[in-house]
């Protein structure tokens, strides 16, 4: 499949756009006047998408719904809040344009980052590290019997995708048990997991939540008061999906309570939180400002990324990450 037009709206350092250019010689790259800022910034509205098959970057909606060449969209995201809505995806489906995210890009340091967050909260490393004190000394003995070992306990995961699938994967050689949710279990997970309808019933047994709910209207203020309720005491909550998806007051005063023993949250409602939210101060509330799916050379993962799927376009095989579409 020769002469594509290929729309990029994101301006990548040299070394990424070099390794773009190579990867579609035999096509053309169209660049938008206004380039994004960077691979999650929506870029802004311009016509140069509206020859274009290919596009790949964080494109306004309103010009993709107006490329009727567009033939498939690869964002340089995880998340598509924007795109997922009844309207966008009528439009895809009706003129047949393939969407593809950029999950598997991100999957493995998210993953790393909650396996970090598990590591410190049952190694009390904040504490640990807060600390001076004699072996012997009560201090002392405080951290080595509030350590808990990873085997046995129970995780509870919201939302079953790319991130999840390679969480389980990284969890079984530590014995946990793990249950995850998913809108609609296929059956050939390789741990158990419930339905939506049935997530509550969960809450009560594990020691650790982690919520990976992308953002919607579904799930916007998911994790609420009544949710945090249900968690038994003592567990913990970590969030590396979106911070709309919880209640951050009810947050707050689960931890200031007691109730809960810990946060650790990579993503917060905005971002960052403003200096005086109780989110700060809470008790045991650690809070990192989004870098979960941060890692070396990110920008030429999502360019091999996209370069994958683009020779699997050319060969007419299904794409990695397709979110919408045939």
Known sequence: MNGLR????????????????????EHELVFPLKPAASVLAKSEAGPEIETVEVAFG???VADVLRAKNLRWLHLTSAGYTRYDTPEFRAAMRERGVMVTNSSSVYAEACVEHVMAFLFAQSRLLPQALATRCANGVAEWNALREGSRLLIGQRVLIAGYGAIAARLVECLAPFRMEVVAMRRTPRGDEPV???????FDAELAA???VINILPDNPESRGYFNAARFSLMKQGA??????????VDQEALADVLESGHLAAAWLDVTDPEPLADGHRLWS??????????AGGHAFEAGSLVRHFLGNLRRFERGERLVDQIMGA
């Open 6 to 25: 290929i729309f990029s709206d994101t301006a990548f350092a040299e070394r990424a756009m070099d390794l773009l250019r190579d990867g579609v010689a």
């Open 58 to 60: 964080q494109p306004d």
């Open 192 to 198: 158990r997991v419930v339905s939506l309808e049935n």
């Open 206 to 208: 594990a020691d650790h």
């Open 236 to 245: 913990v909550f970590h969030n590396i999906g979106r911070g709309t998806t």
């Open 282 to 291: 809470a008790p045991h509330c650690y809070i990192t400002p989004h870098t």
